[in-house]
């Protein structure tokens, strides 16, 4: 999570470092002199490296965060499961039993390490890049429309696109 932070505030950072590069290099068409130029190029510079060095980083938290929950989850199941034979009250196929828990495992364990963490993040940019639209730009009306337009884009996603028939998953029976 705090690489998510850190990451978008590498995201507003460069933003703002573009903006200024872009007004010095306005102002230097006008006839003024380069100033700080090198500076914010320079800054521009370490953004994206610590922008590189973050999401190499947060990668490799990320695979090692589910490794350590894959092996956990498969832990606690397993015992459940040989509890389960060891009383004989519940005869099921082990084999079954297994296949369906490394699929569970690997899903959950998808979610609770990867998914909702990059979830977290891009929210974290997108109330980012609306506060830094709020403060430094020309109009604020332009931050509401954005925020309301992507708010209402996601929310016809969820609700409407389920149901578009454009939309459709393989299905094993087209096979014959």
Known sequence: MICHVLLAGCAVGFV?????????????????????????????IAIVLVRVGLNALRSYLQIKTEIRLKIGLRRKLFDILLRMQSDGGNRRHTGDILNRMQEDVRVVSNVCAASLPNMFGTFLQLAAAFVFLMLYSLSSSLALLLAFGLALLLLHLVVYAPRDGSAQHYDDEDDN
């Open 16 to 44: 703002y470092v573009s903006k200024k590069l872009v007004d010095i290099s306005v102002a230097v068409l006008q006839g003024a002199e380069s100033g700080d130029l090198w500076v914010w190029a320079s800054a521009m």
